[in-house]
DNA sequence: CAGGATCCCGCTAGATACTG
DNA sequence: CAGTATCTAGCGGGATCCTG
């Protein structure tokens, strides 16, 4: 008979991962995922490029090319592109093709998993667009009571 | 007559702040909300305190003391709490309550602002915890082919 | 107790230049 | 086109000491 009854393991599997807790792995994750071009990144491929100009009109998830990418995340640097693409494909949230063309063509693609994750974050993006006014007032009055 | 229609003026708005181009507040501001320590406070002062044992009962939304908010984000340092707190009662997410008791008592609770972002971040700590394996397994993987 | 003020280090974003 | 390589300045963030 095993030591640990199916209670306990059921038990310790349901406090397995807490962010909480500083040596737990999902902190590190959590930290990687917590940040503007993984936002942004997630945003773009999830509702299929740019925002329609015909809004409310949101696109399907669709694989999309680096220089789309690049063009699109205005001001992101190749290197950050890359880096943060790279991760995200190692942690298996994105697909990588390269198509052996000339040039060669390489498009990104969010996976279930990745979608998943595009589902949980897409809210971010637009809340901090919705509620920049209210945040901007509550800066002003802030720092105008602070002297 | 006004120069601009109330059609043209609703247009505006509709795409006044967009973080995918660079010079937009909207992207400073996903840049700020996008933090660890700012998922890991707004889901302490969400769910009120440290998860409970009896898994599933989330707790409400409550007030919470500074050192009670310093012992549940495990590692975090003074500084980056102080920190944090500062910026998000500076845009309106929390507010600073400060009973002049002896020693001096501050408590943290969330805004109406802060708690619609909450609703939007809740799920991200839990997408890390939860899918922290999947990941796990991919980020294997992907070392391994890459010899 | 709840910070403020400093010092300081590491990393990492960003710019630039080069390449298959 | 889609990167890689290299360098540097800046700052995120930790450690420490101090205070009302």
């Known amino acids: 008979m095993a030591t640990t009854t199916a209670a306990q393991q059921r038990a310790q599997a349901k406090v397995e991962y807490d962010a909480f807790v500083a040596a737990c792995p999902s902190r590190k994750l959590l930290d990687r995922i917590s ?3 993984v936002t ?3 945003a773009a491929l999830g509702n299929g490029g740019p925002p329609q100009l015909d809004a409310g009109c949101r696109g399907e ?3 999309m090319r680096y220089s789309e ?3 699109l995340l205005a001001g992101v640097s190749q290197k950050m592109l890359t880096q943060t ?3 995200l494909e190692r942690d298996g949230l994105v697909t990588r093709t390269v198509t052996p063309t000339v040039p060669v063509t390489v498009s ?3 996976t279930d998993l990745g979608l998943s994750l595009h589902h949980m974050m897409r809210g971010i993006k637009t809340w901090a667009e919705t509620h920049m006014d209210d945040v901007l007032t509550n800066r002003e009055t802030y ?4 002297s």
Chains 1, 2 share one sequence.
């Open 40 to 42: 942004l990144i997630l």
């Open 108 to 110: 990104y693609e969010l």
């Open 69 to 71: 990418l690049s063009r």
């Open 61 to 63: 998830p669709r694989a």
């Open 143 to 146: 720092d105008s009571r602070a």
């Open 35 to 37: 940040s503007k071009w």
């Open 85 to 87: 693409l790279r991760s």
